[in-house]
């Protein structure tokens, strides 16, 4: 066979898929629990997994779509300045552009390259996690200091931080995985790790991505075979930290309660605005909607309609036949993802598992805080919805994720086909 005729069956394959039947997965023992048979992907064999794409791109259509929408009225309000309708839409597009073109490299990078690379990546993020903190270097918007200008987008640090550390926790498991069940020579080290992304986070401040990093590192460690005595006691840590953290930070409690009673005449027109807002619009969508374009709290009422309160359009626009078509397919999504790390840790891949069920938990956990928040479940966060809000950076390590995983399937189904990784 020719190079040129393989490089157009690889293609192909990912486009297309191969007419093959998947085949079946025997449990392999990983000194732990044992693993069940997977469920036989829809996709076939050394083909992408059509429908995990295909759930992608809707989501990315509709975020076009709701981004304009939310968006459209922006001009009217001097603090943007003379912007076009469709600024934020051109940008939103572009964006995605870009991504989808990070996700197409990442896709080219095989999972033991980034096991490789791990530990170095985690140092990179890190050394840009200093960077922004540093002035007239790292971006000010509404007081936090979390975004890098680079002129064609400002990227946040944060976003690839949630990343590295999801392939650092994965590596890391990888190579503790005959001590850990020792505390201090396997859960420790890693808990420092996290320690040190979070101070550098909530010096910028951003809590909302110091949580998602420690549902993910937590996940992963309990993937990767931490007993559950151990884990319950990092939990307690944890929530004790969180709690030590809002108690000595006198905005954060004034988050909490306005999240408690968001309509009391102290908060309603501070800490509880957003909130109140947000509820008041997916109020209004009530079964079906108002009908798309035809918000009312996105015209200068509801602030961060096209980022974090994007859901609230969503409500007030498609009802609650919409919300619950977007927390249906962020469910599937996750599960999805989730099967796919199955898979491999089934083939005896345990870090590309790892890294797999580790997106699932990063995509599922953000969505669900997301929603949570525009809901009223919850309080304020500032979490963007994975793959629909606004935002640059958020998108592009998004599609770099989904890339990832798409390589983790792809080579899972290359095992079992007969080839190599």
């Not at 197409?104 to 095989?110: D, G, K, M, R, T």
């Amino acid at each position: 066979m020719t190079a040129s005729t393989g490089v157009l069956g690889r293609i192909r394959s990912w486009f297309g898929g191969s007419s093959e039947k998947g085949i079946d997965v025997l449990p392999v023992s990983l000194g732990g629990p044992q693993y069940d048979r997977p469920t036989r992907p829809a996709a076939s064999v050394l083909g992408l997994d059509q429908a995990l794409i295909w759930v992608v791109i809707g989501l990315l259509a509709w975020s076009l779509v709701m981004v304009y929408s939310a968006s459209i009225a922006m001009p009217d309000n001097p603090r943007f300045g003379k912007i076009a309708p469709t600024h934020f839409l051109v940008r939103h597009a572009m964006s995605i552009g870009m991504a989808f073109v990070g996700a197409l490299l990442a896709f080219q990078v095989s999972m033991a390259t980034w096991e490789r690379v791990a530990r170095k990546l985690f140092l990179v993020s890190l050394a840009l996690l200093i960077i922004v903190l540093i002035p007239h270097v790292g971006t000010v918007v509404n007081g936090a200091r979390r975004w890098l200008s680079l002129g064609i987008m400002n990227f946040q640090p944060s976003e690839l931080a949630k990343f590295a550390v999801l392939i650092y926790a994965s590596d890391y498991m990888v190579r503790k995985m005959e001590v850990k069940e020792r505390f201090f020579r396997a859960v420790l080290p890693m808990g420092m790790a996290v320690v040190l992304v979070g101070v550098l986070l909530l010096a910028e401040p951003d809590m909302g991505a110091f949580m998602v990093i420690v549902v993910i590192s937590m996940g992963i460690l309990f993937l990767g075979g931490v007993n559950a005595r151990m884990f319950f006691l990092i939990a307690a840590l944890v929530v004790l930290a969180f709690v030590i953290i809002i108690a000595t930070s006198e905005w954060r409690r004034e988050r909490i309660f306005a999240y408690l009673n968001p309509w009391d005449e102290k908060h309603a027109l501070g800490k509880g605005y957003q909130l109140s807002h947000a509820l008041i619009a997916i109020g209004r969508g009530e079964i079906f909607g108002v009908g798309l374009g035809r918000s009312v709290e996105k015209l200068h009422w509801l602030p961060e309609a096209h980022t974090d309160f994007l859901l609230a359009v969503i409500g007030e626009e498609f009802g609650l036949v919409g919300v619950l078509l977007i927390a249906v397919t962020f469910l599937w999504l996750t599960r999805r993802i989730m099967l796919i790390g199955r898979q491999a840790i089934a083939l005896d891949r345990v870090f590309a598992g790892l890294v797999a069920q580790g997106v699932a938990i990063w995509m599922g956990f953000q969505a669900f805080i997301n929603m949570g928040v525009n809901l009223g479940a919850l309080p304020t966060k500032g979490l963007t919805l994975p793959l629909m809000s606004f935002g640059g950076s958020a998108i592009l390590m998004n599609l770099v994720a989904i890339a990832v995983v798409l390589r983790v399937d792809y080579e899972n189904k290359l095992l079992m086909k007969g080839g190599h990784a």
